[in-house]
């Protein structure tokens, strides 16, 4: 089946935080990573039959969910998932809470790749621990780690754990293999545990392959904890369901309880058929998808290249969010920002909230757009600049 991305759709008036929080009708929203399209139709067969049962009580997660899981892993990306590893939670940013308290004490340092997810540093905050942020070098039009600086961070007696975004947001990297065994060595040598967030791991563009943490190797297995949900590449964030993947039995046990701690055990009856449908129906769709938003960033690269020469789109390898290097603009980042969205009426991401010096010169572009929508954004934007 052809699936028509380009297709318009109107989210404004549905209580939707990407477009009703805007401060204006007339503002472009290309800031939180939520995608204007439609689900798969898959999806939305399956929300809607589930609707039509007509009570909307507690959800028990069965043998098909977690079978749905396991070979959407086994089949896309080679990684062999056991039932048993399998927690299951409301959203991946809870997920990163969860692990957090579970397998941290108060006081200790949790190390991350920075630029990185703006959520990653409240969550280590508001969980009493100490953020250790090693920044990421700029190299040939993307993003490399300092491996360095990273063991120098990790040998810290205070670091216990690293927070891992791969897919990368915001850099729009995807980590190779190579890396992630290096960060895994990296971390074994100094009794630092990863948590890696997948929740982008089907938005891979060409000539890239998302490789989960976990499958690298046995240790990369046995020392990590992976977060992933179809939320971000389907477009069900709302749904909020989301999977702790753990082999470690004793961690395992440790995140369950903090599952319940947090009071983030339940899911609703809507994301687990949204979840099924997903996993067992609409690999056509997510494959077309990535076409399209390849074909959005092209456009993007090509638009910058040819109109704001003085912008820099970085390397976009997986997610859906360029970064953009503004700097050689020399307007400060977050007042660029401010008045595009009161001049252009277009809403970017300041870089700054991913990194308040690492960040610093980039903004965050969200492309999970129609195309027309895409062009007259661009097309505001350049005629403020």
């Not at 942020?133 to 040998?155: G, Q």
Request: one cysteine or more; a negative charge; charged letters at 25%.
């Amino acid at each position: 089946m052809k699936y028509d991305f380009d297709k318009p759709t109107q989210r404004r008036g549905t209580h939707c935080v990407k477009w009703d929080e805007a401060p204006s009708d007339k503002v472009i929203p290309l800031w939180v990573a939520d995608m204007d399209f439609e689900a798969a139709p898959a999806i939305v067969e399956a929300v809607v039959k589930r609707a039509q049962q007509g009570i909307y009580g507690y959800t028990l997660v069965e043998d098909d969910y977690y079978n749905a899981v396991i070979s959407w892993f086994a089949r896309r990306h080679q990684w062999t998932i056991h039932r048993d590893e399998i927690l299951y939670t409301t959203g991946v940013v809870p997920a990163v809470s969860v692990a957090i308290k579970a397998l941290t004490m108060p006081g200790e340092q949790v190390a991350m790749l920075s630029p990185d997810y703006n959520c990653f540093f409240s969550s280590i905050r508001n969980n009493g621990c100490q953020v250790s942020e090693s920044v990421l070098l700029r190299h040939n039009n993307t993003f490399v780690i300092d491996w360095e600086d990273l063991e120098k961070r990790c040998a810290e007696e205070k670091t216990t754990m690293l927070l891992l975004c791969n897919p990368h947001n915001p850099t729009g990297r995807v980590w190779t293999i190579d890396e992630l065994e290096h960060i895994n060595t990296i971390c074994m040598k100094h009794d630092v545990k990863v948590i890696s967030d997948e929740i982008h791991c089907e938005l891979v563009m060409p000539g890239h392959r998302f490789q989960p943490f976990a499958a690298v190797s046995e240790s990369c297995r046995q020392n990590s904890v992976i977060l992933n949900s179809p939320s971000k590449s389907f477009n069900i964030a709302g749904l909020q369901t989301a999977n702790m993947i753990c082999a470690n039995p004793e961690w395992r046990r440790r995140l369950n309880r903090a599952i319940n701690i947090n009071e983030v055990c339940d899911i609703n009856p809507f994301g687990n058929v949204a979840l099924m449908a997903a996993y067992n129906d609409c690999e056509d769709w997510i494959d077309q998808l990535n076409e399209y938003l390849w074909g959005n960033y092209q456009w993007l690269c090509q638009f910058v290249g040819n109109n704001i020469p003085q912008w820099k789109v970085c390397r976009l390898e997986g997610t859906y969010l360029p970064w953009i290097d503004v700097s050689a603009g020399g307007e400060e980042t977050d007042a660029l920002c401010q008045r595009l969205l009161d001049e252009a009426q277009v809403w970017l991401n300041p870089g700054t909230m991913y990194g308040a010096e690492s960040g610093r010169g980039y903004v965050r572009v969200n492309i999970a757009c129609q195309r027309k929508r895409l062009e007259e954004a661009m097309n505001r934007i350049k005629l403020k600049l």
